[in-house]
């Protein structure tokens, strides 16, 4: 849809002053220690209150892990390492053989029972994976992340060496546990510590593991419960004020964090500042959220948020928007933009109003960045920003980061001010406001549930179809018929009757796409597949012999819940109709 004068309005009052002053101050500011992080948290206050914005601030303990040192021994040669957040700490060291292991780098970001996939055919079961690892420590390419340390303590390794795949170091987190664990989440902290090393050190410490060597991992990390500020701005709406849009990202980072993300909290300050200027013209409210406890609290602070404001988020929030690495050099393609289903033709809509060249291609987000609202069911889009067009990033030689606009910078020392860019931010800033206006002053509220039964049907054919015939997923297509047929007819709603049913389908269907764990817990950080209670379907050719029933019990179940959602969603869009 074409840009309004109304939405231009807000548009043309975005400037960089603002902005860029929070950039070049953050660009001198550690935020990754709890001292740190309120200090900067303190700024944002600050400049908040100078544009006369009132902002609340919170001050909850939340747990975090802050990686110290690290190294790693061996052959007589002490590598330089870094300890990625929540690896167990041990600083007198930890010895053991080494063991050298290849899988699919994609595979190892879900918590997967697939053995022949996980190891490309050259590993085929359980029993065979621990024996190779049981008792030693691990090396492998790649990064030291959530799934793959869960799978190496679960197989009875003593410990991980992540090689990555520069000259850099990047920091990181290896813990399922997303935000502050409670009593059902303490047995997932990692038992075994983890270390990342760089790829020339990486190189040898492999050829020293194939040749049977051991190594020495010390770790040293500083963990508790600390008490860190979460700013809260709420832009009041003139028609619905209780109903809001959530906006939010976090401050804190490693070292200072241009590109991930001082970028992004000025985007939010920039929007706070032009909405609050035109907050009589809102028909919602806007509530803008910082974030501490991102990277040493595996997303801590928004996961605190989430809990103790529930009932709020659940009744009023009508969707969440995640502003992670905006404004960064050579990012000028949107190729990887996150999106529901329900929300992808809204976040393409505002990137091409903006950009009208832009190339622009939505992707289900992935379990990350934030996104601790699933289990209430809020509709999303945005999470990492713009980033550098595909053919820019080969030509530099640069490998797959996940943040900073794809400068391999990300989550190293050298995300400096060098990383962030004027023009980029400044494109930015006008699709993330341009995103919060067409939900805030939305007559209709636009989200497609019809795409979401799109994805539903493409999901369950692919499971389908890899179930080579052993599941019949039929009961799922029928109630997604059914729900598409209701659907059909919801134009014809009153429009409030129509908003509310819009509202209310999101708790149901974003749940049953994302998560496995009941509305209000938060599920493991490592990424579901699509509807993941039928995801088992497309496992059964590959799972071993004494997995298979209790495969089929786990499918009964899982469609059981998935038709049950479908139904409960099919009858309220059918009230809707008939009110």
């Known amino acids: 849809m074409p840009i309004t004068a109304e939405e231009q309005r807000f548009l043309d009052a975005v400037s960089l002053d603002a902005p860029w002053d929070l950039v070049t101050t953050f660009a001198g500011m550690h935020r990754w220690r709890p001292g740190d992080v309120n200090k900067a948290a303190d700024v944002i206050v600050a400049k908040l209150r100078r ?3 009132p902002v609340q601030v919170h001050e909850p303990e939340i747990c975090l892990s802050v990686p110290l040192d690290a190294a790693v021994t061996a052959g007589g040669v002490r590598y330089r390492a870094k300890p990625p957040s929540s690896a167990l700490p041990v600083p007198g060291g930890r010895t053991a053989p080494l063991v050298k292991l290849t899988a699919n780098p994609k595979a190892l970001r879900s918590y997967t029972r697939d053995i022949a996939t996980l190891f490309g055919g050259s590993v085929t079961s359980v029993e065979e994976v621990k ?8 090396i492998m390419q790649g990064f030291g992340n959530p799934a793959l340390t ?3 303590e679960e197989w009875g390794g003593l410990g991980l060496i992540a090689v990555n795949p520069g000259i850099d170091i990047h920091w990181g987190t290896c813990t399922t546990i997303w935000g502050s664990p409670d009593l059902h989440d303490l047995p997932r902290k990692p038992k075994i510590p983890v270390v990342a090393v760089n790829n020339p050190d990486g190189m040898k410490l492999m050829a020293l593991a194939e040749a049977g060597g051991e190594a020495t991992i010390m770790t040293e990390l500083l963990e508790g419960w600390f008490p860190q500020k979460i700013p809260v701005v709420t832009i009041p709406g003139t028609e619905e004020p209780e109903k809001f ?3 939010h990202g976090h401050y804190d980072s490693w070292e200072v964090g241009v590109g991930d993300n001082a970028t992004g909290d000025a985007t939010m300050l920039e929007i706070a500042r032009v909405l609050w ?3 009589d013209t809102l028909k919602r409210s806007v509530r803008i959220a910082w974030w501490p406890g991102h990277s040493t609290g595996r997303y801590a602070g928004s996961t605190w948020f989430t809990d103790a404001f529930a009932q709020e988020l659940d009744e009023n929030c009508l969707a969440q928007i995640n502003c992670d690495s905006p404004g960064c050099r050579w990012a000028t393609s949107y ?3 996150r999106a529901f289903s329900e929300s992808a033709a809204l976040a393409t809509g505002a990137i091409r109003d903006v950009v009208p060249d832009a190339e622009i291609r939505t992707m289900r987000p992935p379990q990350a960045g934030d996104y601790s609202f699933n289990n209430i069911g809020l509709p999303s ?10 053919a820019l990033r080969k030509e530099k030689g640069y490998y797959d980061v996940s943040g900073c606009g794809a400068n391999i910078a990300w989550h190293t020392e050298n995300d400096t001010l060098e990383i962030a860019d004027q023009s980029v931010l400044m494109t930015d800033m006008k699709i993330y406001l341009l995103g919060v206006l067409r939900i805030a002053n939305a007559e209709a509220l636009p989200f497609d549930w019809i795409a979401t039964c799109d994805e539903f049907d493409a999901t369950i054919a692919g499971y389908e179809k890899a179930s080579g015939g052993a599941a019949d997923l039929s009961p799922a297509r029928a109630a997604v018929a059914g729900l598409r047929d209701a659907l059909g007819r919801l134009h014809a709603a009153p429009l409030p009757a129509r908003n509310a049913a819009v509202h209310e389908l999101s708790r149901i269907l974003v749940p049953i796409n994302y998560t496995r764990e009941a509305r209000f817990a938060h599920d493991p950080a490592y990424t579901v597949p699509p509807l993941p209670g039928l995801a088992v379907a497309g496992e059964l050719p590959r ?3 004494a997995l298979q029933k209790p495969a089929q019990v786990e499918l009964m179940r899982g469609q059981n819940r998935f038709v049950a959602a479908l139904r409960a969603a099919t009858r309220r869009v059918q009230q809707a109709v008939a009110a």
């Open 277 to 279: 200027a035109q907050r």
């Open 381 to 390: 889009f945005f999470m990492l920003s713009s980033t550098m067009p595909d």
């Open 335 to 337: 190729h990887q933009t």
């Open 543 to 545: 799972l071993e012999a």
């Open 150 to 152: 869960s799978l190496i």
């Open 131 to 138: 024996r190779l690892v049981g008792g030693r420590i691990v």
């Open 51 to 53: 544009h006369g914005i």
């Open 245 to 247: 849009v959530l906006l």
